[in-house]
């Protein structure tokens, strides 16, 4: 209640006061404000372990178990505190919403858990590994779950506007894809790596600078992001929601036993891939840390991810975004099976990569817009969001595989007979590793996701959810309608209501920016009128400048419109007039198909809506 309070301060508010998404908000908030978290992320999935087997030097610490337990007993730790933290922000009720408070503390609590990863104490292996461990549980349970967990929530609490959902989501992930495929791929092993080799010293000043960055792009990522779902609640009173009973609502919906098994697949696959990599460059491919390596598989095999941005979405649009994720898994898994049948040939191992990572864009840049319309789903379903169980649930399976996954590679780097470099090693050295290494670190980097891909190809056949969403939404909205008449009070849509809070936003600003303008004048010796007019022309013309975009706009949708109408009679009058028949009867066919089934999840879903709304209101009484 006092954290609501502090937070109604105007200094807290977002930058973003328009119901459409917009500009600033995706640049400034979706792609360039989660820059810093990500990159700091980023750079410690793929070398924070490096930093712990190659510096360090724990690999033999407990007869190499310490390196396989810790990992795993903190991701059960952190896996308490995603639920804990999905608990929390489901029942955050501030003016700024319930998941960008909890990014706002995350800010601070991000770079100071980053430094303290990396500047362990050295001579002292028992202090070592204590530090080590308190340090780890300290960035991964705390700081960047409560980071992970309200940054993961910004996309499905933007808007209900799934076109606009969609964007954002590729706005997201652009970041975490050119993060990797740039930063971590490319600047790190060929101009980084190189340099700080195996010296502690140079790894805590460059790991300080990179959590240091973290502090104000969170805090621009607070600022310039929205929660328009969350603002809805405002006309409908909310419910206490028993805990348990969101999550056997989450657990028990087909969509979302799909979407966690997806998950499941996808991180084993993916954290095994990333742990191998800076192995499988400098063992398998290349040599020690020679700049050149891992900066080709990353960067050659990552050139699609920066193609992608703009196919991408357009592809999702026109054949669904189940189906553009389901064939690029295909893909995916083809892609890596030709690594796998050369993986020391560095050719077609790029080769390969390329095609994996065209196959793996939808999942990267769109998929995440289909776990947002698996939450209003949900709240159709049930009358209840779930953002925060749901969250914390799919983090669940992510940090707990991570850990267990961590494990079992260093486990099976360990019982392979994995060799540590050298103190002082220089860049480039080839250092010999023994085969059962070597085949450890090929099967984890390019052999397990060529098996993943056809399994989560064979999965989202079942995640069918895009077919009745928009259905569902508009019975959402007419529920919360029906809810605030009942209260007696006054509905207004919430697109009217963000106008008016925009009108009264422009009106304010307008009014402080007359003041001040008034006052330099004063002090510069300037004729107020005169600056007035400029201005108001300035805004008439900025006016003008966005209406005839608008109607642009408008021009081009209806042009596209018409050359698409144009294309379709061009191939019916190719048509006989059986073949049209044929193609009518099987449209119609289609078209009974999906009523039926909608009919049926209908009438399902109405009846388990009514069971929830009596449950709550058993438990209100």
Not at 226 to 243: A, C, S, Y
Not at 456 to 465: C, D, E, Q, S, V
Not at 535 to 554: F, S
Not at 562 to 569: H, L
Request: glycine share 8%.
């Amino acid at each position: 209640m006092q954290a609501g309070k502090f937070l109604s301060g105007r200094i807290f508010n977002s930058k973003i006061h328009s119901q459409n998404v917009t500009g600033k908000e995706k640049w400034l908030g979706y792609l360039l404000g989660p820059c810093g978290a990500v990159l700091l992320n980023a750079v410690l999935g793929v070398y924070l372990n490096v930093y712990y087997t190659d510096v360090l030097k724990l690999t033999t610490v407990w007869g190499g178990l310490f390196l396989a337990v810790f990992p795993i007993v903190s991701k059960v730790i952190d896996a308490i505190t995603n639920v804990i933290m999905g608990y929390i922000i489901d029942r955050t009720r501030t003016k700024q919403g319930k998941a960008r408070p909890w990014m706002l503390l995350s800010a601070p609590l991000l770079l100071i858990a980053g430094i303290l990863l990396f500047i362990v104490p050295s001579g002292n292996q028992t202090l070592q590994i204590i530090w080590v461990m308190l340090s780890y549980n300290l960035f991964y349970s705390f700081a960047f779950t409560i980071y992970n967990m309200s940054h993961t929530l910004m996309v499905p609490l933007s808007t209900r506007n799934t076109v606009q959902r969609g964007e954002l989501a590729v706005f997201n992930n652009i970041t975490t894809i050119m993060v990797s495929g740039i930063i971590v791929a490319l600047v790190f092993p060929m101009a980084i790596m190189p340099i700080i080799g195996t010296d502690k010293s140079l790894w805590i000043i460059l790991m300080c600078v990179l959590s240091a960055i973290t502090l104000p792009l969170t805090l621009l990522e607070y600022y310039f992001t929205k929660e328009r779902i969350t603002e809805e609640q405002g006309n409908v009173e909310t419910k206490k929601i028993p805990f348990f009973t969101q999550v056997k609502i989450v657990l028990t919906d087909k969509y979302f036993i799909v979407l966690f098994l997806y998950f499941l697949i996808n991180t084993i696959g993916t954290v095994l891939k990333n742990m191998g990599l800076v192995y499988y460059c400098n063992y398998v491919l290349g040599t020690y840390n020679d700049g050149i390596t891992q900066m080709l598989v990353s960067v050659i095999g990552g050139i699609p991810m920066g193609i992608g941005i703009f196919a991408v979405w357009p592809l999702a649009k026109k054949f669904g975004k189940r189906n553009v994720t389901m064939w690029g898994f295909v893909l995916y898994a083809l892609g890596s099976a030709i690594c796998w049948m050369s993986p020391t040939n560095l050719y077609i191992v790029l080769v390969g990569q390329f095609i994996k990572n065209i196959g793996g864009l939808p999942c990267a840049y769109v998929f995440m817009a289909l776990f947002s319309d698996g939450l209003d789903h949900l709240e159709w379903k049930t009358g209840i969001r779930c953002d925060g169980v749901a969250n914390s649930l799919n983090g669940i399976i992510t940090v707990v595989i991570g850990g267990v996954c961590t494990g079992i590679f260093n486990v099976l780097l360990a019982g392979a007979g994995y060799i540590a470099p050298p103190e002082g090693v220089v860049s480039g050295t080839a250092i010999a590793q023994p085969q059962a290494v070597l085949n450890v670190i090929t099967f984890c980097f390019v052999g397990l996701e060529a098996i993943t891909g056809f399994v989560m190809a064979g999965i989202l056949i079942f995640l069918t959810i895009e077919k009745t969403i928009s259905k569902k939404q508009d019975m959402i909205r007419e529920r919360q309608k029906a809810a605030c008449l009942a209260n007696g009070e006054e509905w207004i849509e919430p697109e009217i209501r963000a106008a008016q809070e925009q009108a009264e936003f422009d009106a304010e600003a307008e009014e402080i920016f007359r003041k001040e303008l008034k006052v330099k004048c004063e002090k510069k010796g300037w004729n107020y009128e005169e600056k007035l007019a400029e201005h108001i022309a300035q805004q008439e013309a900025a006016k003008e400048a966005a209406e005839k975009k608008r109607i642009a706009a408008e021009e081009k949708a209806a042009e596209k419109k018409k050359r698409a109408e144009e294309r379709q009679s061009t191939r019916l009058a190719k048509m006989t007039p059986e073949q049209i028949a044929k193609k009518e009867a099987a449209k119609k066919c289609r078209q009974e198909r999906d009523d039926a089934a909608w009919a049926i999840e209908l009438e399902k879903g109405e009846a388990y809506y009514q069971k929830i709304q009596a449950e709550l209101a058993a438990k209100q009484k």
